[in-house]
Nanobody, 124 residues
Framework: QVQLVESGGGLVQAGGSLRLSCAASGRTFSSYGMGWFRQAPGKEREFVAA????????LYEDSVKGRFTISRDNAKNTVFLQMNGLKPEDTAVYYCAARKTNIISTMRSAYDYWGQGTQVTVSS
């Protein structure tokens, strides 16, 4: 069983930055693939970024490429999402997710565990 707790959300002006963190419990964290998703009001939850256990392979949704960076610190059981150049359309609740299979996936159904989410609001 893995429990995920996100933090780092908040209100920021367009062009600003935020760093989200996701702290995971469980001794097998380092073997899990991790991902970030987001859900804006009235919209489906969508993929943002994912990373394999070693951190050597990552994948990003097209609209965040070059602005967001996913990383992980297995010694601290934490995955991060550095968000730069934020835009109003990035406003959403951001969720951390973990999957037992160490393969990157953009599909929500591929992930086994989810955090409670953290709100990110970008003002124009």
């Amino acid at each position: 069983q893995v429990q995920l707790v996100e933090s780092g959300g908040g209100l920021v002006q367009a062009g600003g930055s935020l760093r989200l963190s996701c702290a995971a419990s469980g001794r097998t964290f380092s073997s899990y693939g991790m991902g970030w998703f987001r859900q804006a009001p009235g919209k489906e939850r969508e993929f943002v970024a994912a990373i394999i256990w070693s951190g050597r392979s990552t994948l990003y949704e097209d609209s965040v490429k070059g602005r967001f960076t996913i990383s992980r610190d297995n010694a601290k059981n934490t995955v991060f999402l550095q968000m730069n150049g934020l835009k109003p359309e990035d406003t959403a609740v951001y969720y951390c997710a973990a999957r037992k299979t160490n393969i990157i996936s953009t599909m929500r159904s591929a992930y086994d565990y989810w955090g409670q989410g953290t709100q990110v609001t970008v003002s124009s």
